[in-house]
């Protein structure tokens, strides 16, 4: 069974940064591309970064581009998002999520599995 | 970037009806695109991928159809653990873009 545990979410001042790690077990996690989801209060989702397999080729939503850095260990089937230069719009639940498990046409599906979700607030 | 428009914002229907959900895109997106299930306090689930195909483990009621730019997720019969919010997601192009959303709420 696959499963996602996101973690290091807080409060942080406006300027700061964190750090998210996201640990995987239930499948072989070097195999399939990961990503990143948010939602603001109240809001709908919006994608935010997604890491390749194997590849470790790397996209970001212009709204986090220059600031947030994803990454992953495979050795440790843990997916990171380092966030620097945090704002108040950033304020969100973060999912992280698997990728890649249903595949056609050249394209493969994003977000087959969510994890939970870890709450970033950025406030002063 | 690709703009998903749901319709409607809100879907209020009772127990053993039909519900009919619209997603819109700005530029066709082939069928790359699949449908996401949220309900209150909780992480989303995926239901439908590639426009037409029930992920693992999603009943049959759950069907959708569609390609290019006219998207729609039908459930046949409503059961009381559908009623949540439904959202569109497309894979076509980056950035990979939602859509704002559907709640399917208890008349």
């Known amino acids: 069974e696959v499963h996602l545990l996101e973690s290091g979410g807080g409060l942080v001042q406006p300027g700061g940064s964190l750090r998210l790690s996201c640990t995987a077990s239930?499948?072989?996690?070097?195999?399939?591309?990961m990503y990143w989801g948010r939602q603001a209060p109240g809001k709908g989702l919006e994608w935010v970064s997604g890491?390749?397999?194997?590849?470790?080729?790397?996209h970001y939503a212009d709204s986090v581009k220059g600031r947030f850095t994803i990454s992953r260990d495979n050795s440790k089937s843990t997916l990171y998002l380092h966030m620097n230069s945090l704002r108040a719009e950033d304020t969100a639940v973060y999912y992280c999520?698997?990728?890649?498990?249903?595949?056609?046409?050249?394209?493969?599906?994003?977000?087959?599995?969510w994890g939970q979700g870890t709450l970033v607030t950025v406030s002063s | 970037e690709i703009v998903l428009t749901q319709s409607p914002a809100t879907l209020s229907l009772s127990p053993g009806e039909r519900a009919t959900l619209s997603c819109r895109a700005s530029?066709?997106?082939?069928?790359?695109l699949d449908w996401h299930q949220q309900k209150p306090g909780q992480a989303p689930r995926l239901l439908i991928y590639?426009?037409?195909n029930r992920a693992t483990g999603i009943p049959a009621r759950f069907s959708g159809s569609g390609s290019g730019t006219d998207f729609t997720l039908t459930i046949s019969s409503l059961e009381p653990e559908d009623f949540a919010v439904y959202y569109c997601?497309?894979?076509?192009?980056?950035?990979?873009?939602f859509g704002g959303g559907t709640k399917v709420e208890i008349k």
């Open positions: 997601q497309q894979r076509r192009n980056w950035p990979l873009t």
């Open positions: 890491i390749i397999d194997g590849s470790d080729t790397t």
């Open positions: 590639s426009a037409s």
């Open positions: 239930g499948f072989t996690f070097n195999n399939y591309a």
């Open positions: 999520a698997k990728g890649g498990e249903y595949c056609s046409g050249g394209s493969c599906s994003n977000f087959d599995y």
């Open positions: 530029q066709s997106v082939s069928s790359h």
